[in-house]
């Protein structure tokens, strides 16, 4: 019981004795709290973020009276529409021939979806023609529009022929409210349509362009939601006219996900390869058969959920392993300062398991207390601030936040474990001093290396000093160098991700797309369009884009027929050939280019002949070259070899400019849709502004971290070396000489560290990268010279702006206490 009591006492002691020891170092103790606090603040972040996507989504699509009921299966006519009597008997054949399956059909139901336009002046009398898509839903069960119970949205569904719901972001971005009169049109002319409601679709939930990555810029994008007979009238086409068939199937079964190679819903392929052979029987033109992965909007969401689910774990463990490795180096130091205390204690016969507790003990405060106040300001600040962005960039009201007291105490848990796992090599090291070593001081002797000191020998004694003290402990500059990299991983993977990004959308547009406006019609469409361009001198192209999918494989991919296949500056489309050559337009197979999103996904190579299918009808294709630059997948050839296969000539016109030409309201009546170059480089840019606020706090987090694991080491290198630099001074070393030693070092740590830390940039983005690219969305990230030399730059100037506090510590050495100290 005495030995018991004794332990105790010994153990409060030691545990007193360290807790002052790390109290002197109070910037390096508030650094890493700090950083504990701030890696359990990203993960409920990030967390509250993806829990709360994933289960709202879910609510939103269910079949409840607070949801829509998403179809499970869409029946798409992509080059024409079904009279009234054609989409009932399809719909009739497909209950009729529904296979045997645990699936059983609930509803088959015709919609129409039309491509359009809407006529809008501003508070200022400008007008404008905005791409938009209009929906044709009476009282329909399936894919109905959202009302929730917000602010956003109010309103009925329309019950006349000229009345019109309006998206959420139609009524914000244009200020349109309910009782307002708009101009809309859809290929005929134009109409006004009185606004009743203000909704939200789960087409459109993702509210981007049809093919774009990023949500549409306010005023560049409608939707609406009109009666049958209102979208009938407005585009002058037959009563019950459909180019959709929605197919609700009971139940919510599994269906396959674009960014797996898994067959997630073996049922639900069954099904649609069953529906696929009864519209060839029935129907000649090519149909598009596809589940829920089929949607951009839903597909789009769905990733990004899985994504930030995926994320925000390794988030957490990043910036607590950086934190981590600071407190094991300063453990470490900690040791070695009291080297000679814990000898004394050893030689009392004080037990190792007394001396472990106690150097153990002090990194779990340290993680108590980052955890404490990382869950206090990530419950109070960062979840609510991740959630207001998602809902001000997205525009989806989240009605209820997902519970996060479990993700609480994930996040906590993570940190922990990686900052107590960081205490227990210092403790053990403790444990095992020998007392003899360290009281004859051989604990503190550590020569460099006989070779080492025979490459140093020829130069200066100060700088042959630099380079020996400086890798005297190579384990720690390593662990250094480690730390260094991870910190900077995360400003640089951000900054090279944007930049990515920045070129792949924005620099694709302006520097490869020489159109100003591509209008999109309909069948036959393009000559009243052409005329228009004719008229006012403007150089035109036909376009023909039709959706195809390989031979096998369920998922879409765009067929894009060119009048001029060029890799020339002045085409309309500037294509980036990767490898191979142009097609050749009527060869005896039809030669494309494939993007290299293909080639990555489906391996196909250049010389290859494959099969691609528009609905029934199959095309063999010869590959001749990989393109690079497209997001999502393409296969690019001659016009003239697609428009037999699909039966109709275009599906856009290309329009150049000329100086003084404006797209206006007669060219909105006869297209379908005008997007114009500039909308989709301002849609990115304002994307870009709108995340600035979180762009540049991540950015400056990668940087604080970066400096205090280099405050870290350096200065324990300063300290380590405190009677190595007094003797010099004794002996007359000039401080200024002393202070250019320093300087060097600190720039070789900065070079290394910077090269280093570029290294773990580029490859961790990269494997960033491959855990969400997928069929919908492919991207390469490639090293960027600018970005390399600002990563470098950045670690170089951080380790020589620690050269002052260097000096200044070195200024206020007690010269005989430390000489003293290496005569003892």
């Known amino acids: 019981m005495r030995l018991l009591d004794e332990a105790r006492l010994l153990f409060g002691l030691l545990t007193k004795r360290l807790a002052r020891s790390l109290w002197r170092t109070k910037i390096r103790l508030f650094a890493v709290v700090i950083m504990v606090m701030v890696g359990v603040f990203a993960g409920i972040s990030f967390a509250a973020y993806a829990h ?8 939103i699509y269910a079949d409840t009276d607070e949801g829509v009921n998403l179809a499970d299966i869409w029946v798409e006519n992509p080059s024409s529409t079904w009279n009234g009597s054609a989409a009932d008997s399809i719909c009739d054949e497909i209950e009729a021939q529904w296979p045997n399956s645990d699936l059983s059909l609930n509803e ?9 336009v809407m006529f809008h002046t501003s508070d200022d009398g400008e007008e404008s023609i905005v791409p938009a898509v209009w929906h044709g839903i009476d009282q329909g069960h399936i894919d109905r529009v959202w009302f929730p119970d917000h602010e956003c949205c109010s309103g009925v569904m329309p019950s006349a022929d000229d009345e019109i719901v309006v998206d959420a972001r139609v009524a914000e971005g244009m200020d349109v409210r309910i009782g307002d009169s708009i101009t809309i049109g859809a290929g005929s002319g134009s109409m006004n349509y009185s606004v009743v409601g203000i909704g939200l679709h789960s087409n459109h939930l993702y509210y981007a362009q049809s093919g774009s990555l990023f949500p549409a810029d306010p005023g560049t994008f409608a939707t609406g939601y009109l009666t049958a007979e209102g979208l009938e009238k407005l585009a002058n086409l037959s009563v019950g006219s459909a180019n959709l068939l929605l197919i609700d199937i009971v139940g919510t079964p599994e269906y396959d996900l674009q960014s797996t190679t898994d067959i ?3 049922e639900i392929t069954f099904v649609i390869d069953k529906i696929d052979s009864i519209l060839q029987d029935i129907h000649d033109s090519p149909s598009l058969i596809y589940s829920r992965s089929g949607v951009e909007s839903v597909e789009f969401l769905r990733a990004d959920a899985e994504s930030a689910m995926d994320i925000y774990v390794p988030v957490t463990a990043m910036i607590a392993i950086v934190a981590g490795i600071t407190i094991f180096l300063s453990l470490q130091r900690l040791v070695q300062s009291q080297a000679r205390e814990i000898a004394i204690l050893r030689t009392l016969g004080i037990p190792r398991n007394v001396i472990i507790p106690g150097y153990i003990l002090m990194p779990i405060i340290i993680g108590l207390v980052g955890c404490l106040f990382g869950v206090i300001f990530g419950v109070l600040f960062g979840a609510p601030s991740m959630l207001g962005m998602y809902e001000g960039v997205l525009g989806i009201p989240i009605l209820e936040s997902a519970d996060i007291n479990p993700i609480l105490l994930q996040i906590s848990g993570i940190a922990m474990l990686v900052v107590l796992f960081s205490g227990i090599l210092p403790a ?32 200066p004694s100060t700088v042959g000093l630099t380079i020996r003290s400086s890798i005297r402990k190579p384990a720690r500059l390593a662990f250094t160098f480690f730390a260094v990299g991870l910190s900077m991983l995360i400003f640089g993977s951000m900054t090279l991700m944007m930049g990515t990004m920045e070129d792949a959308i924005v620099g694709n547009v302006e520097d490869n797309q020489n159109w100003d406006a591509e209008v999109v019609v309909s069948f036959g469409g393009e000559v009243a369009v052409s005329e228009w361009a004719e008229e006012r001198d403007a150089n035109y192209e036909w376009k023909l884009a039709f959706p195809a999918n390989p031979e096998g494989d369920t998922r879409y991919l765009s067929a894009n027929g060119l009048d001029s296949i060029s890799t020339n500056d002045n085409s309309m489309i500037v294509l980036d050939l990767k490898e191979g050559s142009l097609p050749v337009a009527n060869s005896e197979i039809v030669q494309v280019l494939v993007d290299e999103g293909l080639q990555h996904f489906l391996d196909w190579q250049v010389g290859q002949t494959q099969t691609i299918m528009f609905g029934a009808t199959p095309m063999n294709i010869e590959i001749t070259g990989i393109t690079q630059g497209e997001i999502s997948r393409t296969v690019y050839l001659h016009r003239q070899d697609l428009v037999p296969v699909v039966g109709i000539e275009a599906t856009s016109v290309l329009i150049e400019l000329p100086q003084g030409a404006e797209v ?15 909308d989709l480089i301002s849609t990115f840019e304002s994307l870009l502004e709108q995340q600035q606020a979180i762009f540049s706090s991540v950015l400056a987090l990668g940087i604080i971290i970066a400096i205090v694991v280099l405050f870290n080491t350096l200065i324990m290198n300063l300290a380590e070396r405190d009677v190595e630099i007094a ?14 030693m320093m300087l060097g070092e600190h720039i070789a740590i900065g070079l290394i560290g910077g090269i280093l830390a570029t290294g773990f940039t580029i490859i961790g983005t990269q494997a960033l990268v491959s855990t969400f690219i997928q069929w919908a969305f492919y991207l390469t990230v490639s090293p960027d010279f600018m970005v390399i030399a600002q ?5 170089v100037f951080i380790s020589v702006m620690l050269t002052p506090f260097g000096m200044w510590r070195i200024s206020r050495l007690d010269l005989v206490e430390k000489v003293k100290d290496l005569s003892q």
């Open 52 to 59: 709360t996507a994933s289960s709202m989504y879910e609510d």
């Open 108 to 116: 088959c139901e015709p919609r129409l979806k039309l491509d359009g």
């Open 264 to 266: 997630e819903g073996e």
């Open 428 to 459: 053990i090291q403790a444990s095992r001093l020998q007392p003899l070593e360290i009281m004859r001081g051989q604990h503190q002797i550590r020569l460099s290396s006989r070779m080492l000191q025979k490459l140093t020998s020829r130069l």
């Open 664 to 678: 206006d309201s007669e060219l909105g009546e006869i297209s379908l849709g005008v997007t114009q170059k500039e």
């Open 727 to 740: 003797t010099l001074r004794v002996l007359g070393a000039p401080i200024n000489k002393i202070g250019g």
């Open 791 to 795: 990563l470098v730059g950045i670690v």
